[in-house]
């Protein structure tokens, strides 16, 4: 596996960065997930867009343009001869002293890896998740942006602990308000009346590229969509629910909190839009 850091390629052994780089002393810096669907990097510019939105948003300085980060991103693919897969892209605030202030840090640092991917496995597409509310709650909006993909996941990752000791592989996190927010790395959805309906930007959420796809693919679709704030008592009432993510794709879940959602199985305008997104990606 070759690992790209900073213009050049690294065997993986050897792909190193300081210890003194602020992504890893104070989790200072952003990201990005991406899948690669037959040798095509997918929604690539919308990737990088967002990339580079999370660094506005955090003042740090990709040190390089768009396109030469999208041509990094397919020539890593391609040294790595990944057809079907995912691409981690990084960019860290760079090594500094020990301390805050980002003006006492320097070269940041942009690396790729270009991986197999682990998927959900097969039966939960056949049979659907079952989900938990968890108790820690996301990031106050006001605290930390969630639209921010930052190396900072402590919010998700103590949501995912609580959701893994109760048996799930994945957990529902409400916000500040005790709204239905996102799972710990998907967006949700729900099915009700034939209305397609996901929280908005504003429940402090992470805006989702697969979720921005899917809201697409079913306004094409003919189902009413509705980006409006959303209760567990909706999930518990639904027909039906989903989640969506750059791993997951589509994913039925069955069940919450030990409730089952609709008829217990994988509904109808679930099983509709993740044929449709899997013709998106694949075609
Ligand atoms: N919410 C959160 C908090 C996420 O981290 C999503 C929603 C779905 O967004 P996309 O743009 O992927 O539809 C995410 C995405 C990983 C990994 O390796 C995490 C994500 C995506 C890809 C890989 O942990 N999270």
């Not at 529902?172 to 009346?193: P, Y």
């Not at 079913?218 to 409006?228: F, I, N, P, S």
């Amino acid at each position: 596996m070759k690992i790209y850091i900073s213009g050049k390629l690294f065997d993986k052994d050897d792909a190193k960065i300081s210890v003194f780089d602020h992504g890893l002393l104070y989790g200072d810096g952003v990201f990005e997930g991406i899948r690669v669907y037959g040798g095509r990097v997918f929604l690539h510019q919308e990737h990088i867009d967002r990339l580079y939105e999370s660094a506005r948003a955090i003042r740090l300085e990709i040190p390089m343009t768009k396109s030469a980060m999208i041509e990094a991103v397919n020539s890593t693919v391609a040294a790595n001869g990944i057809t079907d897969g995912y691409v981690r892209l990084v960019v860290t605030r760079g090594a500094g002293s020990l301390g805050l202030d980002i003006r006492r840090t320097a070269n940041p640092q942009v690396i790729i890896i270009a991986d197999t991917i682990t998927l959900y496995p097969k039966e939960i597409y056949e049979e659907g998740m079952k989900l938990v509310t968890v108790s820690t709650m996301r990031n106050h909006p006001a605290a930390l942006s969630a639209r921010i993909k930052s190396l900072n996941y402590l919010n998700n990752i103590l949501a995912k602990i609580e959701g893994t000791d109760a048996g799930c592989v994945e957990a529902l996190m409400l916000n500040h308000k005790g709204e239905v927010a996102e799972c710990t790395g998907d967006n949700i959805f729900l099915v009700k009346r034939r209305v397609v309906w996901t929280p908005p930007i504003e429940a402090g959420i992470l805006e989702g590229l697969t979720r921005n796809a899917v809201l697409s693919l079913a306004r094409e679709a003919g189902y009413t969509v509705q980006e409006l704030p959303m209760t567990r008592h909706d999930i518990y009432t639904a027909a039906e629910c989903f989640l969506t993510g750059t791993a997951a794709e589509v994913v039925p879940v069955v069940s919450l909190d030990g409730r089952s959602i609709g008829d217990g199985k994988p509904g109808p305008v679930t099983n509709d839009l993740l044929a449709r997104f899997q013709k998106l990606t694949r075609q």
